[in-house]
């Protein structure tokens, strides 16, 4: 049988493209126990010209705890394909030895043991060492951010995004693309995006009345850089209005939009382009299905899916980097682009050990700045987990800090079953930890918060899985919006992940009393962040606090609600 790195490179040789990557040398020396900053960052510069990629940071500025999912489940032809590989099969891909320092970044296994090591990851004071060290070696590099940045904390909430603005500013991108930044409001991303210093990009963001494309996000920019044109494309979130409340920016439609897409690639080509990179809020699976259809990408930077991949995917000639979230990892793509074309490329996947990379002392100071009117608020102290706790959110399924957030909405608004949207951010807290304001927030920090009670009919209910179930596992990834199954607190299900829409959720059960849901029967369900404009209920952060405070101390079992088949 073809190894995987066998048939990569059997591939690249098909397309006359050279690549390598630098994370055989990473794992080695994590494997020795020996890292240091030095060894991060070690890399053979090589061919003109260097890119670098961060994406899906949402709003964590300081380091973190983040666990990587447990299950990733993959359909059609994306069935056992990456990034749809975790835990063990991942290590066995890629070589990791159980234990080493990336294991603990790129899986889950033994992640609070692994953590108490290792310590936390990101911060981007240290993110900002890493591309200065890049640009010293490199100075025409060029820093490309994926989006979903203006989002996700306490301080981001409060400043409607400003103190990720002045610190990403500080690190001066070329370019960024979007998608939960538009939760904050058309009025104030136009706000933001008018005052930018670089460019804000998005070839499938359009007027919505005029059926258009904006003026305020391009749909591309040169740059030049190692001698090489180069062409960036930008391609926001395509789904927004419907995975997000489309009501806070009716002024803007999305979609896809791969025609348009091969046009500016032959647009761009015209105008002289010798490289051309896609900077992406697709998602991994949409990403490779659009590279499969549209030709003349050399690079496309993925993000929205969270996805970290030691190495890139190579669809045709289109190489796919995925550099992971929440800051835990900075991309190096160098590559050697001769006579319009790209010849070959190195890469690495930099993981941000925040207890091994210096901080940028500069940058620490401004996100200190950022931070000190809320110090009060963000550090108070709401509970702590119990010593066999480890609150994570991830894996299609469940994640302990929504079966907990679940537990919340069921307790303090009295309800039969509770809803909660199975969004891929927010950090983890480690077993025997305390449990602030602001690592609450962490996970529930979104501008539509309303924890709302209502009631829906046990077929309602049906429906709601059974739609969630298609965004996550229709086998086209063009029907397919991100995120991961709704989690649901009492109430159980099974699922079929390969049956057809409507036929996927069966057994669905009232925990609490053991009895399968009847259609036609009503229930109380509790839930939040509803897309529907004007829905009414406390923040989700005010319930989650008050159930916190009265638990004390976070205490959580497994939960086996949810059984699936056809994996």
């Known amino acids: 049988m073809i190894s995987r790195r066998d ?45 670098i990629h961060i994406t899906d940071i949402h709003a964590q500025l300081k380091p973190i705890y983040f666990r990587e999912p447990s299950i990733n489940i993959g359909v059609g032809g994306n069935k056992g394909a990456v990034p749809h590989v975790t835990g063990a099969d991942f290590r066995k891909l890629y070589g990791i030895d159980d234990g080493s320092h990336s294991a603990y970044a790129l899986t889950y296994n033994d992640f609070s043991a692994l953590a108490q090591g290792y310590g936390k990851m990101g911060g981007l004071d240290r993110v900002s060492t890493v591309i200065n060290q890049i640009r010293a070696d490199r100075p025409d590099a060029l820093l490309l951010d994926g989006g979903d940045t203006w989002h996700g904390s306490y301080t981001c909430y409060q400043t409607q995004g400003q103190d990720m603005v ?13 998608h939960w930044e538009f939760t904050l409001g058309s009025d104030r991303v136009n706000e933001i995006v008018e005052g930018l210093p670089f460019a804000a990009l998005g070839q499938n963001i359009f007027d919505a009345e005029w059926d258009e494309p904006t003026e305020l996000f391009p749909p591309y920019k040169f740059f030049e850089s190692g ?122 996947l930099i993981p941000i050990f925040s207890d091994v990379i210096a901080p940028d002392n500069a940058i620490t100071t401004l996100i200190d700045e950022q931070r000190a009117p809320y110090a009060e608020q963000l550090s108070e102290v709401i509970g702590k987990t119990a010593d066999d706790t480890l609150l994570y959110r991830r894996g299609n399924f469940n994640g302990s800090w929504d079966d907990l957030i679940c537990d919340a909405l069921l307790s303090e608004r009295e309800a039969d079953i509770a809803l909660s949207p199975g969004v891929r951010w927010g950090p983890s807290i480690l077993p025997g930890q305390d449990i602030t304001r602001e690592d609450i927030w962490n996970v529930t920090s979104m501008t539509y918060p309303e924890a709302y009670r209502t009631e829906m009919t046990g077929e309602f209910l049906h429906v709601v899985l059974e739609d969630v179930a298609d965004n996550l596992f229709n086998p086209d990834p063009y029907y397919q919006q991100g ?8 109430l159980g ?9 409507g036929s996927r959720i069966t057994e669905m059960t009232l925990l609490k009393t053991g009895e399968l849901i ?31 405070r009265k638990l004390g101390t976070v205490s959580l079992g497994e939960n086996t609600s949810v059984t699936v088949d056809g994996v």
Request: aromatic residues 8%; contains cysteine.
């Open 227 to 348: 001698g090489v044109k180069i062409a960036v494309i930008g391609q926001a979130f395509p789904y927004m209005p419907i995975a997000n409340p489309g009501w806070m920016f009716p002024e803007y439609t999305f979609g896809i939009r791969d025609e348009r897409m091969q046009e500016m690639v032959d647009e761009v080509r015209a105008k002289g382009a010798e490289l051309v990179v896609c900077l992406s809020h697709n998602g991994f699976d949409v990403d490779k299905q659009m590279a499969g259809i549209v030709t003349g990408i050399d690079v496309i930077l993925s993000g929205h899916t969270h996805d970290a991949l030691p190495e890139p995917v190579l669809v045709g000639e289109t190489i796919i980097v995925a550099s992971g979230s929440n800051g835990k990892f900075v991309s190096r793509v160098d590559l050697d682009v001769q006579n319009g074309r790209m010849m070959g490329f190195r890469h690495k």
């Open 518 to 548: 009847d259609p036609a029967k009503t229930y109380q369900v509790a839930g939040w962040a509803s897309v529907n404009q004007g829905t009414e209920g406390p923040p989700i952060w005010d319930v989650v606090e008050s159930h916190i």
């Open 7 to 51: 048939f990569l490179q059997a591939s690249m040789a098909a397309t006359a493209l050279y690549g390598a990557s630098s994370f055989g040398n990473w794992g080695k020396l994590a494997a020795q126990q020996a890292l240091t900053q030095d060894k991060l960052l070690e890399f053979d510069t090589f061919g003109n010209v260097s890119l």
């Open 493 to 501: 299900y099974r699922i079929d992940v390969t049956k057809p829409q």
């Open 483 to 490: 995120g991961d199954m709704v989690r649901t607190g009492g």
């Open 166 to 178: 002045n610190v990403m500013n500080a690190l001066k991108p070329d370019a960024m693309t979007f």
